[in-house]
């Protein structure tokens, strides 16, 4: 289902308070105590670095004066590793997994200051920041960190696109694939990719109305996301993604349908945490909603079992 997570200012702000005066001193308390561990880690290490405005300090390891500057809204893909200030390694994904994806200053970024951090960056370039808890994950109770963690993160920009070409490249991996697994597909203006594996012999679904399906949702690479039976939702544009909506209104009650769709059809930017071993626990605990990671393309396999 879609739902657009809320990015608070910062996770060190998700606990209880009794007053707005109690919260700030409570940060600025913070504050305090994080720039104080960070700055004893500089002297123990003899490290030299530069400070950003927010709280955070940076290093540049590699430059590249020719690179492109990253904007407001740019997709960027990055490389990244994510460590405690005692050098345990969290994760990386230099040699482990994809690179990550994410929108520019969207409020979609998990640490927060990583958002600003790489705002500073250019394509080709590769920074190290040290990363406070109050910009980071504050007080969240996680099984990979402590609370109050502050945080060593590795990045290096690999590209900038913009939405557009996004969805033209994963235009282009759909239809390979399609053509691959799936040949007879249909396909819509908006990028969905239909295949009709069960006709149904009812009532098609119109706008507005109640259906009942149920559903497995997948990464193009058949892994499992989420499966879902007997869930009720009308078609209304905000109960389900767009395009497991359009894709409904293809079938006929009875019937069981495949759809693979482009991110601009699902669930777009989302959230992009760093590590990605943590968005389990942010769902679970509800502070963020997708599972999904940011400009996913989908596979839905769906059984439309009532349209009312």
């Known amino acids: 289902m879609k739902g657009k997570s809320l990015i608070l200012a910062s996770l060190a702000l998700i606990i209880s308070v009794a007053s707005c005066n109690k919260l700030e001193s409570d940060l600025e308390k913070q504050m305090k105590i994080d720039d104080e561990k960070i700055q004893a880690y500089f002297l123990q290490n003899d490290i030299q670095a530069q400070s950003h405005n927010l709280g955070f300090y940076y290093k540049v390891l590699e430059s590249n004066t020719a690179g492109e500057q990253l904007n407001k809204n740019d997709v960027v893909k990055f490389l990244y590793s994510i460590s405690l200030l005692d050098g345990t390694l969290i994760e ?85 694939y399609m053509n691959s697994a799936y040949p007879g597909y249909e396909i819509t203006e ?53 395009g497991l909506q359009e894709g409904l209104k293809m079938m006929k009650e009875g019937g069981s349908a495949i759809l693979v769709m482009p991110s601009s059809i699902a669930f777009k930017e989302s959230v992009c945490v760093i590590p990605r071993k943590v968005r389990s626990e942010l769902v679970r605990d509800k502070i963020i909603s997708e599972e999904v990671l940011p400009y996913s393309i989908l596979k839905y396999i769906v059984k439309l079992k009532a349209v009312n």
């Open 92 to 176: 990386s994904n230099f040699t482990e997994g994809k690179p990550a994806l994410f929108k520019l200053n969207s409020y979609t970024m998990i640490p927060e200051g990583l958002d600003y951090g790489i705002k500073l960056m250019k394509k080709g370039e590769k920074y190290r920041f040290y990363m406070p808890s109050y910009l980071a994950f504050g007080n969240y109770v996680s099984n990979h960190f402590a609370p109050r963690s502050n945080f060593i993160i590795d990045v290096q920009v690999l590209d900038k696109m913009t939405e557009t070409a996004v969805f033209n490249m994963q235009k282009d991996s759909i239809i390979t």
């Open 190 to 242: 908006s990028g969905l990719c239909f295949v009709d594996s069960i006709p149904g012999t009812g009532y098609s679904p119109q706008q507005g109305g109640m259906v009942t399906v149920d559903f497995k949702r997948k990464y193009l690479n058949n892994a499992l996301i989420k499966s879902v039976e007997g869930v009720s939702f009308p078609l209304n544009n905000i109960s389900a993604v767009a």
